[in-house]
């Protein structure tokens, strides 16, 4: 049953969305303003359960790179999008699944990623479905494709207009393909655009998304807000995704590039002289390892900074040098996975991006 979404459970969101991050998953500022623009028109969430059989899912996913200082979308992108996706389902009925719209899915739990869908679905009038691609964030467009493979359809806009860079684009490509043109686009338009992409019917879904995903997340929320002093609330947090609080230490060695809206790095967690840990990430963490190299987590495990200035977690876009941090870990059999991330495509190209392993630390959860 559709119901409609309560200020507290909407921060209580957000909050687990941040955790979930894991690095990534965008702004909680952009999050919070999505969340008060959806708020204020009214906007409501079912299960999937709720869906009509016949109508079209549609993901609703952020693209881009969380350190662009270029980076904007305007209030009406979120509805563009739809309007672009509804015309090209109607123009290719032989190659393109045929429907109604009748609910939005995030691609992925994020402080961003998870209310681009608020918004969309407040203005249109339709439902928040409680599901995401993935439930905690990603890097590549593929990991939040659903385990799709063929054709795929994403129609994308964002950039500032007054600065000559608002863009368009629409794509019927290979999965791959489709998320590496979606990515150009955004680099083009500043750093960022809104997508609408991949529509589904339900029963796709049922097997290969996150399901219950927002619930996860405002259980976290919740639990962090009951604790009345910041240790507590880091370490109800924690405990509501079965993970342990790691360490505690400054941030050292920061490096950081952008290349092709995504944001590619490493820094050192300096506990003492003989206790530090690597942090390697794309847009998300990739990889924790100890001062002699011997890796400890692996995406997707949960990898999750938290600053302990504010006692909140703080993404890859943000870390500073000298920055406190407080690392919690959660190994990956915790976390909501998607379909798109039981795959080895994405991680043999992370693997040559980053030049580290992933693969062999995870063959327990890879189809293929």
Do not use: W
């Not at 393909?177 to 150009?184: E, G, N, Q, W």
């Amino acid at each position: 049953m559709k119901k409609a979404i309560t200020k507290q459970e909407a921060q209580d969101m957000l909050t687990g969305s941040l955790f979930l991050g894991c690095g990534g998953g965008g702004s909680d500022k952009i999050g919070q303003d999505l969340i008060d623009r959806s708020l204020a028109i009214g906007v409501s969430m079912c299960s999937l359960s709720d869906i009509d059989e016949n109508g079209l899912l549609v993901t609703i996913s952020p693209v881009g790179s969380p350190a662009s200082k270029e980076s904007y979308c305007g209030e009406s992108t979120y509805t563009r999008i739809i309007e672009l996706l509804e015309k090209k389902i109607a123009d290719n009925p032989e190659t393109l699944p045929q429907g109604k719209i009748t609910g939005v899915i995030p691609c992925e739990i994020g402080a961003y990623s998870s209310f681009g869908p608020f918004l969309t679905a407040a203005k249109l009038d339709i439902p928040v479905v409680d599901a995401a691609c993935d439930g905690r964030a990603h890097p590549l467009g593929t990991m939040g494709s659903l385990g799709l493979t063929g054709t795929v359809v994403q129609l994308g806009c964002g950039g500032n207009p007054e600065k000559g860079m608002y863009t368009e684009i629409e794509v019927i490509a290979a999965v791959d393909k489709a998320s590496d043109l979606i990515r150009t686009a955004s680099a083009a338009a500043g750093g960022l655009i809104e997508v609408a992409r991949n529509p589904v019917k339900k029963s796709y879904l049922e097997t290969t998304s996150a399901i219950g995903a927002y619930e996860y997340a405002r259980k976290i929320g919740e639990e962090y807000a009951k604790g009345k002093t910041q240790d507590e609330r880091i370490c109800n947090a924690a405990n509501a995704v079965n993970g342990t609080v790691y360490a505690q230490g400054g941030v050292e060695e920061l490096h950081l590039e952008t290349k092709n809206a995504l944001d590619y790095g490493y820094f050192t967690v300096r506990i003492s002289e003989s206790e530090a840990y690597k942090l390697t990430f794309c847009n998300e963490y990739m990889a924790m390892d100890d001062i002699n190299g011997n890796r400890l987590h692996t995406f997707p495990d949960a990898m999750i900074t938290v600053d302990v200035r504010t006692g909140k977690p703080v993404s890859t876009a943000f870390i500073e040098n000298g920055m406190n941090v407080v690392l919690i870990t959660s190994h990956r059999s915790n976390m909501l996975l998607g379909e798109g991330v039981k795959h080895r495509a994405p991680y043999e190209r992370l693997e040559g991006a980053l030049g580290i392993e992933m693969i062999r630390h995870i063959k327990d959860i890879l189809k293929d």
